[in-house]
T-cell receptor, first 112, second 113 residues
Protein backbone atom coordinates (compact mmCIF):
# COMPACT_ATOMS: atom_id res chain seq x y z
CA UNK A 1 0.00 0.00 0.00
CA UNK A 2 1.75 3.17 -1.22
CA UNK A 3 -1.17 5.51 -0.67
CA UNK A 4 -1.56 8.64 1.35
CA UNK A 5 -5.25 9.28 1.88
CA UNK A 6 -6.59 12.76 2.53
CA UNK A 7 -10.11 13.73 3.53
CA UNK A 8 -12.13 15.62 2.59
CA UNK A 9 -11.26 16.18 -1.06
CA UNK A 10 -13.09 19.50 -1.12
CA UNK A 11 -14.01 21.84 1.72
CA UNK A 12 -15.83 25.16 1.76
CA UNK A 13 -15.81 26.97 5.07
CA UNK A 14 -16.73 30.34 6.45
CA UNK A 15 -14.26 32.55 8.23
CA UNK A 16 -15.80 31.74 11.62
CA UNK A 17 -15.89 27.98 11.13
CA UNK A 18 -13.66 25.32 12.66
CA UNK A 19 -12.79 22.37 10.48
CA UNK A 20 -10.11 19.69 10.25
CA UNK A 21 -8.22 18.10 7.40
CA UNK A 22 -7.17 14.49 7.81
CA UNK A 23 -4.33 12.48 6.37
CA UNK A 24 -3.57 8.78 6.77
CA UNK A 25 -0.78 6.48 5.59
CA UNK A 26 0.00 2.84 6.31
CA UNK A 27 3.47 2.60 4.84
CA UNK A 28 5.21 2.77 8.22
CA UNK A 29 6.64 6.18 7.36
CA UNK A 30 7.83 8.13 10.38
CA UNK A 31 7.82 11.59 8.77
CA UNK A 32 4.66 13.39 7.71
CA UNK A 33 4.25 16.78 6.14
CA UNK A 34 1.70 19.47 5.33
CA UNK A 35 2.17 21.63 2.25
CA UNK A 36 0.08 24.49 0.94
CA UNK A 37 -0.21 25.14 -2.79
CA UNK A 38 -1.76 28.22 -4.31
CA UNK A 39 -2.83 28.25 -7.93
CA UNK A 40 0.06 28.24 -10.42
CA UNK A 41 2.62 28.15 -7.58
CA UNK A 42 4.81 25.38 -6.18
CA UNK A 43 3.90 23.62 -2.94
CA UNK A 44 5.19 25.37 0.18
CA UNK A 45 6.12 23.48 3.31
CA UNK A 46 4.00 24.25 6.37
CA UNK A 47 4.76 21.61 9.00
CA UNK A 48 6.94 18.54 9.46
CA UNK A 49 6.39 15.77 11.98
CA UNK A 50 9.18 13.32 12.72
CA UNK A 51 8.41 10.37 14.97
CA UNK A 52 5.10 12.02 15.83
CA UNK A 53 6.80 15.16 17.09
CA UNK A 54 6.52 18.55 15.42
CA UNK A 55 9.98 19.28 14.09
CA UNK A 56 9.37 22.13 11.68
CA UNK A 57 6.81 24.94 11.67
CA UNK A 58 7.49 27.27 8.76
CA UNK A 59 6.13 30.39 10.49
CA UNK A 60 2.58 29.33 9.80
CA UNK A 61 -0.18 31.47 11.39
CA UNK A 62 -1.75 30.02 14.52
CA UNK A 63 -5.11 29.65 12.78
CA UNK A 64 -3.53 26.47 11.38
CA UNK A 65 -2.92 23.88 14.09
CA UNK A 66 -1.33 20.54 13.22
CA UNK A 67 -1.71 17.35 15.19
CA UNK A 68 -0.15 13.91 14.87
CA UNK A 69 -2.18 11.50 17.03
CA UNK A 70 -0.10 8.48 15.97
CA UNK A 71 2.42 7.41 13.37
CA UNK A 72 -0.26 6.85 10.71
CA UNK A 73 -2.41 9.94 11.14
CA UNK A 74 -1.90 13.63 10.61
CA UNK A 75 -4.51 16.31 11.12
CA UNK A 76 -4.63 19.98 10.31
CA UNK A 77 -7.11 21.95 12.41
CA UNK A 78 -8.43 25.13 10.86
CA UNK A 79 -9.97 28.05 12.71
CA UNK A 80 -10.83 31.61 11.74
CA UNK A 81 -9.30 31.31 8.30
CA UNK A 82 -9.09 34.12 5.80
CA UNK A 83 -10.07 34.02 2.11
CA UNK A 84 -6.38 34.13 1.18
CA UNK A 85 -5.97 30.75 2.88
CA UNK A 86 -7.93 29.18 0.04
CA UNK A 87 -5.57 26.70 -1.59
CA UNK A 88 -4.79 23.04 -2.20
CA UNK A 89 -3.50 21.45 1.00
CA UNK A 90 -1.25 18.48 0.42
CA UNK A 91 -0.19 15.87 2.92
CA UNK A 92 2.91 13.78 2.33
CA UNK A 93 4.81 11.05 4.12
CA UNK A 94 8.30 9.64 3.84
CA UNK A 95 10.57 7.19 5.58
CA UNK A 96 13.44 8.45 7.71
CA UNK A 97 15.96 9.22 6.33
CA UNK A 98 13.70 10.39 3.51
CA UNK A 99 14.31 8.78 0.12
CA UNK A 100 10.98 9.61 -1.45
CA UNK A 101 7.91 11.58 -0.46
CA UNK A 102 4.46 10.24 -1.24
CA UNK A 103 1.73 12.82 -1.65
CA UNK A 104 -1.96 12.49 -0.99
CA UNK A 105 -4.58 13.71 -3.44
CA UNK A 106 -4.99 16.94 -1.54
CA UNK A 107 -7.86 18.89 -0.03
CA UNK A 108 -9.11 21.83 -2.09
CA UNK A 109 -10.06 24.42 0.53
CA UNK A 110 -12.19 27.47 -0.19
CA UNK A 111 -12.72 30.06 2.53
CA UNK A 112 -15.73 32.30 2.02
CA UNK B 1 18.39 29.32 2.68
CA UNK B 2 17.96 26.69 0.01
CA UNK B 3 16.88 28.03 -3.37
CA UNK B 4 15.74 25.90 -6.27
CA UNK B 5 15.52 27.41 -9.72
CA UNK B 6 13.92 25.81 -12.73
CA UNK B 7 14.05 26.91 -16.30
CA UNK B 8 12.26 27.40 -18.47
CA UNK B 9 9.10 28.19 -16.50
CA UNK B 10 6.96 27.83 -19.58
CA UNK B 11 7.58 25.63 -22.58
CA UNK B 12 5.44 25.12 -25.63
CA UNK B 13 6.72 22.49 -28.00
CA UNK B 14 5.57 20.31 -30.83
CA UNK B 15 5.07 16.60 -30.69
CA UNK B 16 8.10 14.63 -31.72
CA UNK B 17 10.63 17.22 -30.53
CA UNK B 18 13.22 16.85 -27.79
CA UNK B 19 13.77 19.28 -24.96
CA UNK B 20 15.42 19.62 -21.56
CA UNK B 21 14.23 21.23 -18.34
CA UNK B 22 16.94 22.43 -15.96
CA UNK B 23 16.92 22.55 -12.18
CA UNK B 24 19.62 24.36 -10.23
CA UNK B 25 19.85 24.48 -6.46
CA UNK B 26 21.91 26.53 -4.09
CA UNK B 27 23.02 24.18 -1.31
CA UNK B 28 24.89 20.90 -1.34
CA UNK B 29 22.43 18.04 -1.55
CA UNK B 30 22.33 14.61 -3.12
CA UNK B 31 18.59 14.17 -2.90
CA UNK B 32 16.56 15.50 -5.79
CA UNK B 33 13.09 14.59 -6.98
CA UNK B 34 10.99 15.26 -10.05
CA UNK B 35 7.21 15.45 -9.86
CA UNK B 36 4.47 15.88 -12.40
CA UNK B 37 1.26 17.74 -11.67
CA UNK B 38 -1.81 17.80 -13.89
CA UNK B 39 -4.29 20.69 -13.51
CA UNK B 40 -6.30 20.39 -10.31
CA UNK B 41 -4.46 17.24 -9.26
CA UNK B 42 -1.83 16.28 -6.74
CA UNK B 43 1.84 15.53 -7.34
CA UNK B 44 2.91 12.36 -9.08
CA UNK B 45 6.43 11.15 -8.34
CA UNK B 46 8.48 10.68 -11.50
CA UNK B 47 12.08 10.22 -10.43
CA UNK B 48 14.08 9.96 -7.23
CA UNK B 49 17.77 10.84 -7.63
CA UNK B 50 19.86 10.10 -4.56
CA UNK B 51 23.47 10.19 -5.68
CA UNK B 52 25.86 12.10 -7.90
CA UNK B 53 25.67 10.86 -11.46
CA UNK B 54 22.30 9.20 -10.97
CA UNK B 55 20.40 8.75 -14.20
CA UNK B 56 16.90 7.34 -14.43
CA UNK B 57 14.63 6.79 -17.40
CA UNK B 58 10.95 6.08 -17.74
CA UNK B 59 9.45 6.05 -21.19
CA UNK B 60 10.20 9.35 -22.95
CA UNK B 61 11.55 11.00 -19.80
CA UNK B 62 15.07 10.82 -18.47
CA UNK B 63 16.42 12.56 -15.38
CA UNK B 64 19.99 13.06 -14.22
CA UNK B 65 21.74 14.58 -11.24
CA UNK B 66 25.13 16.31 -11.00
CA UNK B 67 25.63 17.18 -7.34
CA UNK B 68 28.95 18.94 -7.99
CA UNK B 69 27.26 21.37 -10.39
CA UNK B 70 24.08 21.36 -8.24
CA UNK B 71 22.16 20.65 -11.40
CA UNK B 72 19.51 18.20 -12.45
CA UNK B 73 18.00 17.83 -15.89
CA UNK B 74 14.76 16.32 -17.12
CA UNK B 75 15.03 15.38 -20.77
CA UNK B 76 11.99 14.76 -22.93
CA UNK B 77 12.48 12.65 -26.03
CA UNK B 78 10.03 12.70 -28.95
CA UNK B 79 7.38 14.51 -26.93
CA UNK B 80 3.75 13.42 -27.08
CA UNK B 81 0.64 15.37 -26.09
CA UNK B 82 0.07 13.23 -22.97
CA UNK B 83 3.23 14.69 -21.42
CA UNK B 84 1.60 18.12 -21.18
CA UNK B 85 1.66 19.02 -17.46
CA UNK B 86 3.58 21.06 -14.91
CA UNK B 87 6.88 19.53 -13.85
CA UNK B 88 8.50 20.36 -10.52
CA UNK B 89 11.93 19.55 -9.24
CA UNK B 90 12.37 19.45 -5.48
CA UNK B 91 15.39 19.23 -3.23
CA UNK B 92 15.62 17.70 0.20
CA UNK B 93 18.42 18.39 2.65
CA UNK B 94 18.98 15.65 5.15
CA UNK B 95 20.65 17.15 8.19
CA UNK B 96 19.74 14.37 10.56
CA UNK B 97 16.07 15.31 10.55
CA UNK B 98 13.32 15.52 7.97
CA UNK B 99 13.38 19.01 6.51
CA UNK B 100 10.73 18.65 3.84
CA UNK B 101 11.07 19.50 0.18
CA UNK B 102 11.91 22.84 -1.38
CA UNK B 103 10.35 23.07 -4.81
CA UNK B 104 11.31 24.94 -7.93
CA UNK B 105 8.66 27.19 -9.44
CA UNK B 106 7.69 24.51 -11.93
CA UNK B 107 7.82 24.22 -15.70
CA UNK B 108 4.45 24.47 -17.43
CA UNK B 109 4.82 22.24 -20.47
CA UNK B 110 2.41 22.32 -23.38
CA UNK B 111 2.92 19.84 -26.21
CA UNK B 112 1.00 20.63 -29.34
CA UNK B 113 0.10 18.12 -32.04
Amino acid sequence: DTEVTQTPKHLVMGMTNKKSLKCEQHMGHRAMYWYKQKAKKPPELMFVYSYEKLSINESVPSRFSPECPNSSLLNLHLHALQPEDSALYLCASSPLPPNEAFFGQGTRLTVV
Amino acid sequence: ELKVEQNPLFLSMQEGKNYTIYCNYSTTSDRLYWYRQDPGKSLESLFVLLSNGAVKQEGRLMASLDTKARLSTLHITAAVHDLSATYFCAVDIWGGGADGLTFGKGTHLIIQP
